[in-house]
């Protein structure tokens, strides 16, 4: 009975293979539908009657702007008294309003950026907004900030790193390619926050049970089962399918629980893809994507050695060895499993990089990759 480990890893990769190839063509054709639907001008001619308009916009008038909002408990009832902070990437505390008896608050003479705004009120949960892009001279006018009752009468009156993070992480688990493919490990937010401990797991365990993770599962132990894959399993029954599909899901357990969660935790380093952006060179956005296998962002904001992938597809690879019956030992899988970790990285960094933000649902429309604003505009 012939039944070696490299024959089961080469079907494992022309699977994994065929999979990104049909993905490819999928997200190829949305992409070209796309194209083809914004061939659209948006100039204007001289003897258009908007064309005044957009002169009047281009000339430099005064480049400041407003943000202001209403601040309500969660029955609607106005808050007075809320203290409404501004703050700014590298500007914490940059200035700080309170609301008065109906509830309002203004910042006036605000210059181009991106910014947010935190407000906290005695016995209420602080908020943290979404970053709120300011144009030159704009008027943001936001919707009513409703602030829940607070477990604990403490009140913080600033946004720290887990804040940011926890908010940025809730936007990117509802992330998905044609709403249905699962992006929850890419971040727009070129400098986003980065995740603590507790994040990281989360993120991962969000990925495991996420339906499609199953289904992915599923399809792949069916696939095993035709060819008779581990034949000392048989295929004819439900049983013999149940142990590959209980193997496969052990191996995507192992793989990213140690590469995401419990490695990341231990190097301090970010499992996420950073999108860089349109406005980058071709070149520079494929070197990052192809590089992502073996260079990852530390939680010290750094580019960093991808200890925590490399060393959790090598674990994932021997721990595997213990329940699949294969002749080929624990350190021959570790090698392959990241031999193969390092080329699947970037084939997936590239089609995470060109492909997948065109068709991702849910991405807030600040997220851009490393050209999103986060300085004042010039003048």
Known sequence: MQCTRTTVDQHRLRSFSNSSAIQLSLLLAFAACASAQTLVSSSALPDDPGYALQQMAASPQDSSGLIEGTVT?????????????????????????????????????????????LVSAHNLKTYLSQPIVELPGQHNDLPPIALAVAASTSVNVSANSEQVAEQELDLETKQRVIGIIPNFFTSFVYDAA????????????????????????????????YEDTFPSWGNSDAASYGKRYAAGYGDELLTRGFSYAI???????DPRYFYLGPTSSTRKRVLHAIESGIITRGDNGKN??????LLGAASGGALSSLYHPASDGPGKLAGLNVGVGIGGKAIQGLIREFIWPRFTTHVPAYATGKTAPTAPAKP
């Open 73 to 117: 408990d969660a029955q609607g009832d106005l808050v007075p008294g809320a203290i409404v902070t501004l703050e700014q990437k590298g500007h914490t505390h940059l200035r700080a309003e309170t609301s008065d008896s109906a509830g309002h608050f203004l910042f006036a003479g605000v210059t181009g950026g991106t910014y947010t705004v």
């Open 194 to 225: 980065p995740l603590d401990t507790r994040q990281k797991f989360k993120l991962t365990m969000r990925s495991l049970i996420d339906p499609t993770a199953f289904l992915s599962v599923a399809i792949t132990a069916g696939a095993e089962q």
């Open 304 to 309: 960093e050695f991808n200890y925590s992938y």
């Open 263 to 269: 490695y990341p935790s231990i190097f301090h380093q």
